[in-house]
Nanobody, 121 residues
Framework: QVQLVESGGGLVQAGGSLRLSCAAS????????MSWYRQTPVNQRALVAS???????NYADSVKGRFTISRDNAKNTVYLQMNSLKPEDTAVYYC???????????????WGQGTQVTVSS
């Protein structure tokens, strides 16, 4: 069983910064891609950023230049540094990993429980 625990959300003023963390634990053999998504009551869950096991990162156009995704493979943790936050960044942020639980086993995706980020104007 794999568990993801997110932290770092909260309330911040526009222009401020937050850093989200997501730590994976349990029967993990390898973690491939680690990602952050966000969802609002109006919009579907959408990809914010992802990072491969080699460190290659991709970003949604709306956050390029403001957000930075990183990972610590020794800690099975992914981070999202969010700078220059805007009210439109307000959402519930979810982390997702694609991982296997043993050598030669299939890869599955696992989701965190979500953390609220609110940016006030």
């Amino acid at each position: 069983q794999v568990q993801l625990v997110e932290s770092g959300g909260g309330l911040v003023q526009a222009g401020g910064s937050l850093r989200l963390s997501c730590a994976a634990s349990g029967s993990i053999s390898s973690i491939y891609v680690m990602s952050w998504y966000r969802q609002t009551p109006v919009n579907q869950r959408a990809l914010v950023a992802s990072i491969s096991s080699d460190g290659d990162a991709n970003y949604a156009d709306s956050v390029k230049g403001r957000f930075t995704i990183s990972r610590d493979n020794a800690k099975n943790t992914v981070y999202l540094q969010m700078n220059s936050l805007k009210p439109e960044d307000t959402a519930v942020y979810y982390c997702k990993i694609i991982a296997s639980t043993g050598w030669g086993t299939p890869r599955f995706q696992y989701w965190g429980q979500g953390t609220q980020v609110t940016v006030s104007s």
